[in-house]
T-cell receptor, first 114, second 113 residues
Framework: GENVEQHPSTLSVQEGDSAVIKCTYS??????FPWYKQELGKGPQLIID?????GEKKDQRIAVTLNKTAKHFSLHITETQPEDSAVYFC?????????????FGTGTRLLVSP | EAGVAQSPRYKIIEKRQSVAFWCNPI?????LYWYQQILGQGPKLLIQ????????DSQLPKDRFSAERLKGVDSTLKIQPAKLEDSAVYLC???????????FGPGTRLTVL
């Protein structure tokens, strides 16, 4: 089955800096890669996703890149703000079943200091 | 639009007791998921429903966990009997269809003593 590894486990940056979180996956059949943000006491919230027919996707300050050959994808946050502080999870899903079956990474705790 | 609702938000029980969690998905969402999130880990899928049918329960410990979605709307997840290692946050998510974005509820934090 799919296995997703995520690094780093914690990331501390200064406000205004960029943050990069990286994930690798094992199943070459995976074709959907979402990123979720989880704040304390809340459920995960989708912030951006990418499908395997696209190499990069941007939404304001966040972007995701995908390298299918190397089986890795990354989340980039620019101009970080204190409210970006949270735990971020990557996930991968094989798309050949007609249903999403998300396998999550272990999470990255991002701390943005003012 | 109302989000995914879950109750209770917190539950403390002793080992070997039983517990049930309830989830009401976003209106119109056909697919419903239950996840287990152990502290410091990512969510792990337990079971997935499409309407009132089970799509995937391969990671559900069926000797103690059960789930149902009888009318294809809300769902309950039950643990009987609970073990210490069941302490976790149980998350419910829903999507319009099986390949669409999953929206998560706030979760139920279970502590087994």
């Amino acid at each position: 089955g799919e296995n997703v590894e995520q690094h780093p486990s914690t990331l501390s940056v200064q406000e205004g800096d960029s943050a990069v979180i990286k994930c690798t996956y094992s199943d070459s059949a995976s074709n959907y890669f979402p990123w979720y943000k989880q704040e304390l006491g809340k459920g995960p919230q989708l912030i951006i996703d990418i499908r395997s027919n696209v190499g990069e996707k941007k939404d304001q300050r966040i972007a995701v890149t995908l390298n299918k050959t190397a089986k890795h994808f990354s989340l980039h946050i620019t101009e970080t703000q204190p409210e970006d502080s949270a735990v971020y999870f990557c996930a991968a899903s094989p798309g050949n079943t007609g249903f999403q079956k998300l396998v999550f990474g272990t999470g990255t705790r991002l701390l943005v200091s003012p | 639009e109302a989000g995914v609702a879950q109750s209770p938000r917190y539950k403390i029980i002793e080992k070997r007791q039983s517990v049930a969690f309830w989830c009401n998905p976003i209106s119109g969402h056909a697919t419903l998921y239950w996840y287990q999130q152990i502290l410091g880990q990512g969510p792990k899928l337990l079971i997935q429903f499409q309407n009132n049918g089970v799509v995937d329960d391969s990671q559900l410990p069926k000797d103690r966990f059960s789930a149902e979605r009888l009318k294809g709307v809300d769902s309950t997840l039950k643990i009987q009997p609970a073990k210490l290692e069941d302490s976790a946050v149980y998350l419910c998510a829903s999507s319009f269809a099986g390949i669409d974005t999953q929206y998560f509820g706030p979760g139920t934090r279970l502590t087994v003593l």
